[in-house]
């Protein structure tokens, strides 16, 4: 698969994304799918999905923009930024789950994704976790960390 193929999974997977399109975004994954965030790896087309759904939860208006997109063969690289409104249930990484805030976040994140045969095998997901825990206005002493 060329580069092409790849770029092409990649922006059918943010429009499916960006409208909350369950079926659509899984249509991008093959059989056996990696993804990694910074809550862990999940595997499986089943916890694939629940990531999704959860994230959709908790942020019912997300938005992905991408602003640079580097394709390399068999791999794509993004840039971007992910807005909404966190009006649900959130799990943090200290264990709890946080309640809607209200509070509308705009976070810079990058992911990377591997595709074989036209479809995402891997997909790895960065962002800066503190900075997206600020904009929900979650203190620095309620994650651990010294105030």
Request: hydrophobic content about 40%; overall charge negative.
């Amino acid at each position: 698969m060329g580069g092409l193929a790849v770029a092409d999974v990649v922006d059918r997977y943010f429009s499916a994304y960006n409208a909350h399109d369950l079926d659509a975004v899984m249509g991008c994954y093959c059989s056996k799918p990696v993804a990694v965030g910074p809550g862990g790896p999940v595997e499986g087309r089943s916890e694939v999905a629940s990531y999704h759904t959860v994230i959709w939860q908790a942020f019912p208006d997300v938005h992905v923009t991408v602003l640079r997109k580097v394709v390399d063969r068999e791999a794509t690289a993004i840039t971007a930024v992910g807005t909404g409104r966190h009006t649900g249930p959130f799990p943090i990484t200290t264990g709890e789950v946080l309640q809607g805030t209200g509070r509308y976040v705009s976070v810079r994140c990058c992911w990377f994704f591997a595709a074989e045969g036209g479809l995402i095998v891997d997909q790895q997901v960065f962002f800066d976790q503190l900075e997206l825990y600020l904009q929900l206005g979650l203190p620095l002493s309620r994650l651990g960390l010294p105030p």
